[in-house]
């Protein structure tokens, strides 16, 4: 009877750990709860297998193309569990889950695919909420979809064809991961990770998303046949205009005065300035007609720019020293350790010869240029003029050299006194020019690629101040040569050539630009259709 009834007892004992082995081994018993017990919830222990992710992904089919990403991840860290501690999601996860929800002030709005399954993860009210292995991999899947999304933007070939040639940033989302996983924190306006201006537009949108939620934004309604409103002016347009510039922030109150007074006059001239507009008091319908732009407009453009920022690589601001020309804004800033050395107009191509955007290095300035007259412009402009009149050449300094036309050096050549040239296969560079008065004019969009700098001259004494031999004197006498003058520097100088209509400066003061190019409609555009393919 002993013998039996201990038979008994070791053929129960031995049903039970059986049957605790079939489920520990059965995926669809893994599926049926989140927590598993503490014995096989540790992070050392492998969470998936090549079985596991396979099953996932036929699965949660609308995550298929992120399967190589994912799978890196999980293979860097010994396919352990990436988003389990003691059990429970660790505070990173918590932090994505808090990104997923609020993408909006990223100047987007994702729609992660199942995302109610990962909210489920969440929510510990719901009775059926996805496996551990499931609820790890859904996470890892929207960490590669908000970290592409919000910190890297559109693929490099996309970039290409919005004519942006500036090098794509890129990201590795597995060493990424490690920093994140060990410091949350770093998620949050990192400019290691995003271009600092990016943050500053993003406050821009946060204030203009609350003008518009203000109701503040009102058409401005003027007069027909409209007349320039100058100082001493009185209209009811003028109360307006005030209310307009308030909202903006360039009027520090609204007195409500339809007197175009000195206070007034002090606001209009910082809109100007800031908006890359002639600096004057008169407000032509231009004026009018830029600042009833609907806030819409204004918040997309913001957007559009927050995305451009995102193809830049952060490091860009820590070169010892770079060039940065903006199309947009007309504006070359030289900055030399972390400081403005110098800001200079500049003018740009037309619409027909659009300046690129790209980025060099300058490695040579040349003094006293020759200007090699590209075979287009001989071609379209001067082959009749030549034919027309025999002394054309000699009396506009130009000589005929190995079949080409090239003008000499001097005060008039269209190079003007100083060149820099960064080596690029479209044979951009910038340059001074004789033609000054260009300057003056708001839409500065005149030549036919190359960019022309007002202040050349001290570009060039600011760069060369770490050459003690290059005096500014010694400077002076080079520009003054009839024969040309090159200097290879010994340290390259990064360019960079931009595009961005939306600007926030160090004070915080927003600018908007023209789209001289048309560039923000098309990137606009390319932003939606990427939205809509991706959500659906």
Same mark, same amino acid.
């Given at each position: ?183 949350? *924190? ?248 004789? *033609? ?23 570009? *060039? ?76």
């Amino acid at each position: 009877m002993k013998t039996i009834y201990l038979f008994t007892i070791i053929l129960f004992t031995g049903l039970i750990t059986s049957s605790f082995d079939l489920k520990k081994n059965d995926p669809t018993e893994n599926k049926k709860s989140q927590d598993l017990p503490s014995a096989f919830s540790t992070n050392s222990d492998p969470l998936v297998d090549n079985e596991v992710l396979n099953d996932f992904f036929k699965r949660y089919t609308d995550l298929k193309k992120y399967q190589n990403k994912v799978v890196a991840l999980y293979k860097n860290r010994s396919y352990e569990s990436i988003w389990f501690e003691d059990n429970k999601i660790n505070e990173f996860g918590q932090l994505l889950h808090q990104k997923l929800k609020s993408t909006h002030e990223e100047g987007l709005e994702i729609e992660i695919p199942y995302e109610n399954e990962i909210d489920k993860i969440f929510n510990k009210k719901v009775k059926e909420r996805p496996s551990k292995s499931d609820s790890d991999l859904l996470l890892s899947a929207a960490y590669i979809i908000y970290m592409s999304q919000v910190y890297e933007g559109l693929d490099a070939e996309t970039v290409k064809k919005t004519g942006w040639l500036l090098p794509k940033k890129q990201l590795s989302y597995e060493t990424l991961l490690d920093s994140l996983i060990v410091n949350p *924190a770093l998620l949050e306006k990192n400019d290691e990770l995003l271009f600092d201006q990016y943050y500053k537009l993003q406050g821009a949108l946060e204030k203009y998303r609350q003008i518009e939620k203000d109701g503040t934004w009102t058409p401005i309604v003027t007069e027909t046949p409209y007349k320039d409103l100058r100082p001493d002016a009185v209209s009811n347009t003028i109360a307006q205009v005030r209310t307009r510039l308030m909202v903006m922030g360039d009027l520090k109150q609204d007195s409500k005065s339809n007197v175009y007074d000195r206070e007034l006059m002090d606001a209009v001239m910082k809109y100007k300035l800031r908006n890359g507009f002639k600096p004057n008091y008169i407000l032509v319908e231009e004026h009018i007609k830029d600042m009833n732009t609907p806030i819409a407009d204004k918040i997309k453009i913001l957007t559009v720019n927050m995305e451009r920022c995102r193809w830049i690589s952060p490091k860009l601001i820590k070169d010892k020293e770079y060039i940065m020309v903006n199309v947009p804004s007309f504006e070359l800033v030289y900055v030399k350790d972390g400081k403005t050395a110098l800001a200079s107009r500049v003018f740009v191509g037309s619409a027909l010869t659009k300046t690129s955007i790209f980025s060099g290095n300058i490695d040579r300035i040349v003094f006293s240029p020759y200007w090699t007259v590209p075979q287009s412009i001989v071609d379209n402009e001067l082959k009749l003029k030549m034919a027309a009149d025999k002394n054309y050449l000699a009396d506009h300094n130009m000589e005929m050299v190995n079949g080409q036309v090239r003008q000499k050096p001097g005060p008039e050549n269209s190079l003007g006194l100083v060149k820099f040239i960064f080596p690029n296969p479209e044979d951009i560079y910038m340059h001074d020019t004789p *033609a000054k008065t260009l300057f003056d004019f708001e839409k500065r969009t005149f030549s036919h690629g190359c960019i022309n700098v007002k202040e050349a001259k001290n570009l *060039a004494i600011a760069m060369l101040k770490d050459y003690p031999e290059w005096t500014t004197d010694r400077i002076n006498k080079a520009m003054e040569g009839k024969e040309e003058t090159t200097f290879k520097l010994a340290n390259k100088v990064p360019i960079y050539i931009c595009y961005f209509t939306s600007w926030v400066n160090e004070s915080g003061e927003i600018s908007f630009f023209r789209d001289v190019y048309e560039k923000d409609d098309d990137l606009n555009k390319i932003m939606y259709q990427e939205s809509v393919a991706f959500n659906n």
